[in-house]
């Protein structure tokens, strides 16, 4: 081919690739999944806004969109996310820095389609790609409830995010390739119980926003799965949560729906963002629903285990293990057992416990480093809480006590080196 | 009527023995509520000893016998935010009113014995300085005693002034330096950010150091209370201000 042909050819390429960045998007601007779908009317305006508190708690709506010692709902709290930080924005009805003149229209193509009031993309911390599962009548009601509350003046603060990921427009090829609308679509082959299970997990829940990998540009897998992951920034293990996994075969429907009601359960405590989660949001719901979210929990499918991190050479995490040993019988052993498993609800076991196995250590590692307390909850409302060892022990004792911890019982979790104990020593924890 | 009489006197008995009872089944269970708080509050003793004057790092304050007030609007600044010190922060983020309350109660009522303070290191003039500024103040400079707010033996006053005595050095200068660029707030208007902004640094390494010295006495509690209004109007403290 001539220089001039080839020349041809690369400009058609360009040309197509632009035409196609362009159309698509278009279409994500000019599309607008879910206007069709109206308000249902509305018998018991009483009864919607109840409604409509109860669905904000399960959405879990308080915990970002209020700072630290801030007025409920006003916004202002710093997201750290890998792109820079999102400053959640105030949701109160001030009709000049809340949301006071969004519509039930408005509020719902959010909840839906992830659009701002003037069409803006949002930024997908809003866990949209969740929310879009909600059903019209529970976003109006999430609306009607929040119309209610009384209205903050805070004006919102700007997010802090890189190029380019502070080009709102770019969303348009995120949403794209990541994000789908749809509403919650009943199993029928299944009972009402485990839909409503599914209906709060996928939606409201999105509990996938912690328990799940998420790829090089934040998005989670279409599919919704529960596959566990490190959550960013947080640099906290969400294990995963599938049917049977490895460690999970102990949680059944009472003990899973016991440790979202109360925090505590004897097969493990909430602790790390879990705590908020529990405290903030799944402590407020209802026993049904909590039950109907552990049945459609044990029914997914298991993960098959994350192999266990092999990054030390073998005689180096025998002698880390070896090292732990002595370490644990001084420090632990009083609450934790020489069978390490605990005592009753109050202080967790660690044989078998899947959170101190997990693929990446961060959270045993934590927990003996910072300690902390499980959530005060209705249920629980005196939490027993780990002393914090980092002050006490180095970087490698810790690294020997969490080895021995991963490894003794029966646990198979991998041996642990004192660099990752250094890393984590220095995280931000509040 | 001796039937009367004695059906009488059954009936009070079996109302004592009741009521015997139930004080007695109060009793235990108080104290095995209490029992159990002990354990439940471990993570907080791992830094704040109950007995020693300070970890190896000299930065963790003593808790036992301070004023119960005090120490429950400390934790909920830690838990809101307007105290900043993340491990705190993160001990306490997710704990309630009423859990945060009973907690400040157990440790005000712990009474610990005080070891006796490190040797001090200052010039003997330096102590003198921080001694007149602790106890007379400096009218000149605008600083109040802080025996006028702490409490004469600077024990601290019930139920909101902290004592100033038998805390490490480290800790008393990391928190003039937290009032100083903003880590640190108590209620408005905030008394001690004044005068953390009024000292010099020379004054402040002076009584700090000499508080640092003090030996505290063997039965040292808050004092119940404190003549008002204060040298200063202090938002944590009702009548403070003149």
């Known amino acids: 081919m001539s220089l001039r042909g080839l020349r041809h050819v690369l400009l058609g390429l360009l040309t197509v690739i632009v035409l196609a960045l362009a159309a698509v998007f278009y279409w994500q601007w000019s599309n607008e999944p879910g206007s069709g779908i109206s308000s249902p009317p509305v018998a018991d305006r009483q009864a919607q806004l109840r409604r409509g508190e109860y669905l904000a708690r399960a959405g879990n709506c308080v915990s970002c969109h209020t700072a630290r010692g801030g007025a409920t709902l006003a916004g202002g709290r710093q997201m750290p996310t890998p792109f820079g930080t999102i400053v959640t924005p105030n949701i109160t009805p001030d009709r000049d820095t809340g949301i006071g003149q969004w519509s039930a229209d408005d509020f719902w193509r959010a909840m839906h389609n992830g659009r701002g009031r003037k069409g803006e993309f949002l930024y997908p911390a809003f866990p949209y790609p969740n929310y879009t599962r909600v059903t019209r009548a529970d976003s109006d009601a999430i609306h009607a409830w929040l119309a209610s509350l009384p209205a903050v003046r805070q004006q919102n603060a700007p997010h802090q995010l890189r190029f380019p990921y502070d080009q709102r427009w770019l969303l348009g090829y995120w949403r794209a390739l990541y994000f789908r609308p749809g509403v919650w679509q009943e199993d029928t082959r299944l009972d009402a119980q485990w839909n409503r299970g599914a209906y709060l997990v996928q939606g409201l829940g999105h509990c996938n926003a912690c328990h799940a990998s998420r790829n090089f540009l934040g998005a989670t897998s279409l599919t919704g799965e529960l596959t566990g992951g490190l959550i960013p920034m947080l640099n906290w293990y969400a294990p995963a949560l599938g049917g049977n996994a490895e460690g999970l075969e102990r949680w059944d429907v009472a003990s899973l729906t016991r440790f979202m009601k109360t925090g505590v359960s004897e097969h493990g405590a909430a602790y790390g963002p879990m705590a908020e989660v529990v405290r903030q949001s799944l402590q407020h719901l209802s026993e049904d629903d909590l039950r109907a979210m552990a049945i459609y929990m044990k029914s997914l499918p298991a993960v098959a285990p994350a192999p266990a991190p092999t990054h030390l050479k073998p005689a180096v995490a025998d002698g880390l293990v070896k090292q732990g040993g002595p370490i644990y019988e001084k420090h632990c052993i009083d609450c934790h057992g020489k069978d390490g498993r605990g005592q009753g609800r109050d202080i967790p076991p660690l044989q078998g416990n899947q959170s101190v196995t997990t693929p990446v250590a961060n959270n045993a590692i934590r927990m003996v480093l910072h300690g902390g307390f499980a959530p005060a909850t209705a249920g629980n409302p005196r939490p027993m809480g780990m002393p914090p060892y980092?002050?006490?022990?180095?970087?490698?004792?810790?690294?020997?006590?969490?080895?021995?911890?991963?490894?003794?019982?029966?646990?198979?979790?991998?041996?642990?080196s004192a660099d990752e104990v250094a890393r984590l020593r220095s995280v931000p924890i509040d | 009527m001796n039937r009367r009489v004695g059906a009488k006197s059954l009936g009070w008995s079996l109302v004592l023995i009741l009521c015997g009872s139930v004080l007695a089944f109060q009793s235990h269970s108080a104290q095995a509520v209490n029992q159990g708080l002990e354990k439940r509050v471990a993570a907080c003793v791992a830094c704040?000893?109950?007995?020693?004057?300070?970890?190896?790092?000299?930065v963790f304050p003593r808790i036992a016998g301070k004023p119960a007030g005090y120490l429950y609007k400390q934790l909920l600044n830690f838990r809101d935010g307007r105290r900043h010190y993340p491990p705190m922060t993160w001990m306490v983020s997710q704990l309630s009113d009423d859990y945060l309350r009973e907690i400040a109660d157990h440790f005000a009522s712990v009474k610990a014995p005080y070891p006796a303070p490190p040797p001090a290191t200052l010039p003997a003039a330096t102590l003198e300085r921080g001694k007149a500024l602790a106890l007379q103040g400096d009218a000149a400079r605008k600083l109040p005693a802080c025996a006028a707010c702490h409490g004469e033996r600077l024990t601290g006053v019930q139920p909101f002034i902290p004592s100033l005595v038998g805390l490490p050095r480290d800790y008393l200068n990391a928190q003039f330096g937290a009032w100083r660029n903003g880590a640190r707030h108590a209620d408005a208007p905030d008394c001690m950010a004044d005068v953390a902004q009024r000292i010099s640094d020379e004054d402040l390494l002076a009584v700090t150091g000499w508080l640092a010295a003090q030996t505290v006495p063997a039965q040292a509690a808050p004092q119940a209370g404190i003549k008002l209004p204060l040298p200063l109007a202090c938002g944590s403290v009702p009548g403070s201000a003149k």
């Open chain 2, 48 to 58: 704040h000893k109950l007995e020693d004057q300070a970890t190896r790092d000299g």
């Open chain 1, 390 to 416: 980092g002050p006490f022990l180095s970087d490698e004792e810790v690294a020997a006590v969490v080895s021995y911890i991963r490894a003794a019982w029966g646990n198979r979790g991998g041996a642990v």
